[in-house]
Structure formats: structure tokens, C-alpha cells
């Protein structure tokens, strides 16, 4: 059965089309499409191409994966479901780099924060150290007019 949502080409071409499908239809369930897997992109909303775009990065089988603002043009329920996927790769062996102002997305999932600001680094840390005791000044700023207080 053909699948409309194309991984192949990222897989590698030496691999069988046996194993490519297999590889293809569990990264689709790893992203919580397996129901639109016969879907072509204009029939997918923008967080689920978002999420068929980082399948396809996932095939590739990459030591680092780089997400730069992966939820600027989503509303915030696809934004929501985006963010759970990237959050469920932490796991993997794949270091992220994240680009985001989705602050409390931020300090749930980092192990090292950099705070920049103007195209500096402004300070780098831990979640706990950038997030509950930041030493500078635009950083305190940004994070009490960005971060949920409970």
C-alpha cells in the first residue's frame, strides 16, 4: 500500500523498501499520525506537516536535531501537540537545539539554557539557574514577562 506522506527520500537508499516502509510507518506513529498516514500535506494541518517534518528529520537518524521557532505559525492547540512530540524525543540518542520563546516548554525540557539577547549570549545555565536566579538584568526582564507564575 503506497503511503502519501513521503519519508523515502530521507531514508537511505541502500536499505530495502521493506525496511524503508517499516522505518517510514513507525517514525509516522512515533508522531502521532498514523491516521493520516495516507493524508498528502495540503490535507494536514500546519502542526501536523510540522510533525511530519521532524519524522522526516528523524529519518536521517542525526546526532543533533535543530528546531528553530518550530511553533511561530501554530495556534496554540497544534503548538501544544508539536511541542509533546519534541518533548518525547528527549529520550533519544539525538541532541536538540531548540530555538524558542515558548519559555515554560523551555525550562521543562533543557538540560542547559542560553539566554541571548540582540545576538549575544546574555548568560547560559541550567534551567534552575537561568529560569529561578538569573544574573542578568534583560534576562530577568524577558523571563517575568515570559514565564507563567504558578
Known amino acids: 500500500m503506497r503511503k502519501n506522506i513521503s519519508l523515502a527520500p ?17 517514525l509516522i506513529e512515533k508522531v502521532g499520525l498514523s491516521d493520516r498516514a495516507d493524508h ?3 490535507q494536514l494541518s500546519g ?12 529519518a536521517l537518524s542525526p546526532d543533533i536535531l535543530c528546531f ?26 539525538s ?17 542547559k ?3 541571548m539577547s540582540d545576538g549575544i549570549i546574555e548568560e547560559m545555565g541550567t534551567p534552575e539557574e537561568i529560569f529561578e536566579n538569573p544574573r542578568s538584568e534583560k534576562t530577568r526582564a524577558f523571563i517575568s514577562k515570559s ?3 504558578i
Open 10 to 26: 530521507s531514508l537511505l537508499k541502500t536499505d530495502t523498501p521493506e525496511n524503508i516502509e517499516r522505518k517510514a510507518n513507525e
Open 113 to 115: 539554557v542560553i539566554f
Open 68 to 93: 528553530d521557532e518550530p511553533t511561530s505559525a501554530l495556534d496554540p492547540e497544534l503548538t501544544g501537540e508539536v511541542l509533546k512530540v519534541i518533548k518525547s524525543l528527549k529520550s533519544t540518542d
Open 40 to 42: 498528502y500535506p495540503c
Open 47 to 58: 502542526g501536523q506537516q510540522q510533525r511530519v517534518a521532524i519524522a522526516r528529520a528523524l
Open 95 to 111: 541532541t536538540m537545539i531548540v530555538v524558542t520563546h515558548e519559555m515554560d516548554f523551555a525550562r521543562s525540557v533543557s538540560d
Open 147 to 149: 514565564v507563567e507564575k
